[in-house]
């Protein structure tokens, strides 16, 4: 049997033309990007036409974008710049956030740098924007507001707008974890309230290890990472010349593509909504579903039942890739952080499908029709 992929949540296919592009970079284009030579200054050249290319499809400044290794490493960059340089004593954020701002912020708050309030969630698993309101209104110290733009486990999507128009007019500053939504969504930072936003190539046909920080230009941070002048003294290391190429390229493709793609994978993704309430008795679906909702996560909850705690487990023997919590940690399964604070159903068991352009509705109708039979 064909292997089915419904876990791109957690990473996804690289997609051919993105390989191509990122190719001379891997074979006779390895001139260091730091090298005074041609040979160097060409490398050079490739990552600021890169970084002019990703600006402008965000709407920033090509010098508010900042390559890093990825979501985690932004998203920390950014935090621990927040209280260390920027002054915020008080963090506030959800209980649903993934474990890169989760831990970051525990830890911060651990060492004594920051107090930690974590904002109430609506019953369908949205931040309650008016409670956000009361802490920021309450707080004697500069606030760090940290909420991400889309739950990667329910896919339920925060108004940016919204939110960083509160934290403007508490003089707060605001991050957002856009790893899911970047290269899924447009973007128009330039009038957005935000101050830092990232994002993870991995998680639009891009490779692996490559990310971005967005950095209003009306902030100035520290390093997080010492030892060179790279990407303007903010993050020392060699760049990663191939990565770099290959996320524009795929921010590029993802954005030309993105009208189609979001509707075609929307309409695989409610097609399985509709197949499973047909099809499987008491099914729940977690998060706001039809409402402010990422059009790729779709997030299932099914009776638990001797079989079905093995779901995943069996699902994975019949060459179907799911996924219980958060992909990245689900090693350690202790169940996920994000469905306990949203629905603390002991009785359901939840599985998270996400989905791409390679998905069809034929996979839909197969992985439905093996779930009846598991449960």
Do not use: W
């Amino acid at each position: 049997m064909q292997r089915i992929y419904f876990d791109n949540a957690a990473t996804t296919a690289l997609d051919p033309q993105v390989l191509e592009a990122m190719m001379p970079y891997l074979t006779e284009k390895y001139g260091n990007p730091s090298s005074i030579y041609s040979y160097g200054r060409e490398s050079r050249l490739a990552i600021e036409t890169a970084r002019k290319t990703v600006a402008k499809i965000l709407n920033a400044h090509p010098a508010e974008i900042f390559f890093t290794s990825g979501g985690t490493e932004s998203s920390n960059t950014a935090i621990t710049a927040s209280v260390r340089d920027l002054g915020c004593r008080h963090i506030i954020s959800s209980p649903i956030e993934h474990h890169a701002t989760l831990h970051t912020i525990e830890h911060l708050h651990k060492t004594g740098e920051a107090a930690l309030s974590y904002v109430k969630l609506l019953p369908n698993g949205h931040v309650d924007l008016k409670d956000l309101e009361e802490l920021l209104a309450a707080s004697e110290e500069k606030c760090l507001v940290t909420l991400m733009h889309a739950n990667n486990e329910i896919g339920n999507m925060l108004d940016l707008n919204e939110a960083g128009s509160l934290c403007k007019k508490y003089s707060a500053i605001f991050h957002s974890d856009t790893v899911q939504t970047v290269g899924h969504f447009p973007f128009d930072l330039r009038n957005t309230p935000v101050h830092f936003i990232t994002g993870a190539g991995h998680k639009f046909h891009g490779p692996k290890g490559i990310g971005i920080l967005y950095i209003n230009e009306n902030i100035k941070i520290n390093p997080f990472i010492q030892g060179g002048s790279q990407e303007r003294n903010m993050r020392a290391g060699t760049e990663n010349l191939y990565g770099i190429v290959g996320f524009a390229k795929a921010l590029e493709l993802a954005t030309e593509n993105y009208q189609k793609e979001s509707a075609y994978i929307n309409e695989i993704r409610m097609y399985m909504v509709q197949q499973l309430k047909q099809q499987v008795k008491n099914v729940e679906f977690n998060g706001d579903v039809t409402g402010k909702s990422l059009y790729t996560v779709l997030n299932v909850g099914l009776p638990k039942t001797e079989k079905s705690e093995m779901i995943l487990f069996n699902l994975d023997i019949n060459n179907i890739c799911a996924s219980g919590g958060s992909a990245c940690t689900s090693g350690a399964d202790q169940g996920s952080h994000v469905i306990r604070a949203v629905k603390n159903n002991p009785n359901q068991i939840s599985i998270r499908f996400s989905f791409s352009k390679h998905n069809t509705k034929k996979e839909v109708d197969e992985v439905v029709d093996k779930l009846k039979g598991l449960i």
